[in-house]
């Protein structure tokens, strides 16, 4: 068994939570206005503010009637500013005879078309849905795993398009989340690398087994052939933990009947050599090695090249 480095619970894979939310601030969308709306609006409101100033209270002092002898006077401001509402109207929705914006033009259809039968023809995918271990984090974008495997089809005569769908920091709970919009066109396998920042945070065993399981139901429901990678859990939660995290993988594999690779970091895990200076993500050399331990998982579903 390897060595595996001491990891703080507060430790995450990855350079940022994806639980933290980021949100833009909030933006009051512009109110659209008519043609002389502005003032019109002012000189309407002024007069009806004038001729009901005080009439909310009654000779007797009460405020919960409004006084009857000031209805005429609201009623005759109201109907002395209608001919400017009509008029400012008819300003805002330009002469009758005014041209209109033309439609579409007849020309663009076929080019519309064309663009849907390309997204239509668009190559098989496969997505590799993980954290930063998917991503690649310390590494350029073509040495990582889903880069290697995509090199990997092409050197063998297949013809998918692998898509790299990892987020750092990203836990199951992340990936469920974002497991729609990833699913985007012609998705025949999914990869799943999920859990290791479940681990190491300490979040619930039966949390990271119910994410794992909607995704993977999920997707098979979508007819997608999906492979599961394990993860280990660090040894300073104890025997317990571990072993309970450990064996979710497995558990969610058999309920849902897919290929299960028991640990996405065999061959790697705690080996200096074959990690970044972090001792947790391969580098270029142990992303090699997860890209063939993958490889062996996923050639027998590929289908005909």
């Keep these: 068994m390897h060595d595996r480095r001491r990891v703080e619970?507060?430790?995450?894979?990855?350079?940022?939570?994806?639980?933290?939310?980021?949100v833009a601030p909030h933006l009051e969308p512009a109110r659209p206005q008519g043609v002389g709306e502005p003032a019109l609006f002012q000189a309407v409101k002024g007069a009806f503010e004038r001729d009901v100033e005080g009439s909310w209270i009654d000779r007797e002092g009460h405020g919960d009637t409004m006084n009857l002898t000031f209805m005429p006077?609201?009623?005759?401001?109201?109907?002395?500013?209608?001919?400017?509402?009509?008029?400012?109207?008819?300003?805002?929705?330009?002469?009758a005879g005014a041209p209109r914006p033309?439609?579409?033009?007849?020309?663009?259809?076929?080019?519309?078309?064309?663009?849907?039968?390309?997204?239509?023809?668009?190559?098989?995918?496969?997505?590799?849905?993980?954290?930063?271990?998917?991503?690649g984090l310390g590494l350029p974008r073509e040495q990582a795993v889903p880069s290697l495997i995509q090199?990997?089809?092409?050197?063998?005569?297949?013809?998918?398009?692998?898509?790299?769908?990892?987020?750092?920091?990203?836990t199951s709970a992340g990936g469920l989340s974002r497991l729609d919009w990833s699913l985007e066109g012609d998705v025949?396998?999914?990869?799943?690398?999920?859990?290791?920042?479940?681990g190491l945070r300490g979040l619930p065993v039966s949390q990271l087994q119910r994410n794992l399981g909607e995704i993977v139901a999920r997707a098979k429901a979508r007819g997608i052939t999906v492979i599961?990678?394990?993860?280990?859990?660090?040894?300073?939660?104890?025997?317990?933990?571990?072993?309970?995290?450990?064996?979710?993988?497995?558990?969610?594999?058999?309920?849902?009947d897919v290929a299960l690779v028991p640990f996405y970091l065999e061959g790697v895990a705690g080996i200096p050599s074959l990690n970044n200076s972090d001792g947790i993500h391969p580098n270029a050399a142990g992303a090699r090695i997860v890209a063939e331990t993958l490889w062996r998982a996923l050639e027998p579903v590929l289908e005909d090249r």
């Design 228 to 256: 599961l990678t394990g993860m280990e859990a660090p040894p300073n939660y104890g025997p317990a933990y571990t072993s309970e995290f450990r064996q979710v993988f497995r558990d969610v594999a058999d309920e849902h």
């Design 151 to 170: 090199e990997r089809l092409h050197a063998e005569g297949y013809g998918y398009d692998v898509v790299n769908a990892g987020v750092s920091g990203d």
């Design 9 to 22: 619970p507060a430790e995450t894979i990855g350079d940022f939570l994806l639980n933290r939310s980021i």
């Design 102 to 135: 033309e439609a579409a033009s007849p020309a663009t259809a076929p080019a519309i078309a064309e663009a849907r039968q390309e997204r239509l023809a668009s190559p098989a995918r496969i997505v590799f849905l993980g954290d930063s271990l998917t991503a």
């Design 188 to 198: 025949k396998i999914l990869v799943v690398e999920l859990g290791a920042n479940d």
């Design 73 to 95: 006077r609201i009623l005759r401001s109201l109907l002395a500013a209608l001919p400017l509402i009509v008029v400012a109207g008819s300003a805002a929705c330009g002469p």
